[in-house]
């Protein structure tokens, strides 16, 4: 299973972006996905969670009301659309892949087996 996430880019304080992540080698509705971002020099943190038995997604508080992320069974596809975007989203965004994630595991990366590579988001102030 392979996780190709796009859609990141250099923008402006309070613009809003759509990132991407493609799936190949497996169907979209076998996995959990969940979307983690890593600024500089800081620890890899949870955004988003969207198990695969329904599409009700679970988010950070840090973006809660910002933030929505929804999936594509036909596209094999998840996205994750930020909107009011702030300096502090600044960050590789990734996304990543599970099987079987219980509800209050859904926010720990080693909960997830595949990761994509990462799409960098610039905010700029």
């Known amino acids: 299973v392979q996780l190709q996430a796009s859609g990141g880019g250099l923008v402006q304080t309070g613009d809003s972006l759509r990132l991407s992540c493609a799936i190949s080698g497996g169907a979209l509705s076998r996995y959990d996905m969940g979307w983690f971002r890593q600024a500089p020099g800081k620890e890899r943190e949870f955004v988003s969670a969207?198990?695969?038995?329904?599409?009700?997604?679970y988010y950070a508080d840090s973006v809660k009301g910002r933030v929505t992320m929804s999936r594509d069974g036909a596209k094999n596809t998840v996205y994750l659309q930020i909107d009011s975007l702030k300096p502090e989203d600044t960050a590789a965004y990734h996304c990543a892949a599970g099987t079987g994630i219980i509800l209050s595991s859904v926010t720990f990366a080693q909960s997830y087996i595949y990761w994509g590579q990462g799409t960098l988001v610039t905010v700029s102030s």
């Open positions: 969207i198990r695969r038995y329904n599409d009700r997604a």
